[in-house]
């Protein structure tokens, strides 16, 4: 089995910041892609950063200069730093990764079970 457990949600002033957590447990053989979704009430889940084993990002436009997504892969875990927290950034954020359970599995995705993030104005 595979779990993803994210960590770090919360509530937070317009313009403060927060570092969320992602770690992946269980029988994992190699981690390629893990990524950060959000998805407001009402609104369909989002993209917000992702990052390749490698250590490649991409952004959404509506965070870039002021989210971060960086990984531990020792630790199997991901991370998305969040500064300059705006109200529209209030959702609930997701966790995902691309991987492998052994070297004959092919790469399947894992989600995890969301935290929520709030940004008063």
């Known amino acids: 089995q595979v779990q993803l457990v994210e960590s770090g949600g919360g509530l937070v002033q317009a313009g403060g910041s927060l570092r969320l957590s992602c770690a992946a447990s269980?029988?994992?053989?190699?981690?390629?892609?893990m990524y950060w979704y959000r998805q407001a009430p009402g609104k369909q889940r989002d993209l917000v950063a992702h990052i390749t084993s490698g250590g490649s990002t991409d952004y959404a436009d509506s965070v870039k200069g002021r989210f971060t997504i960086s990984r531990d892969n020792a630790k199997n875990t991901a991370y998305l730093q969040m500064n300059s927290l705006e109200p529209e950034d209030t959702a609930v954020y997701y966790c995902?990764?691309?991987?492998?359970?052994?070297?004959?599995?092919?790469?399947?995705?894992?989600w995890g079970q969301g935290t929520q993030v709030t940004v008063s104005s």
């Open positions: 995902a990764a691309d991987l492998k359970r052994a070297s004959w599995y092919p790469i399947q995705r894992y």
């Open positions: 269980g029988t994992i053989f190699s981690i390629n892609v």
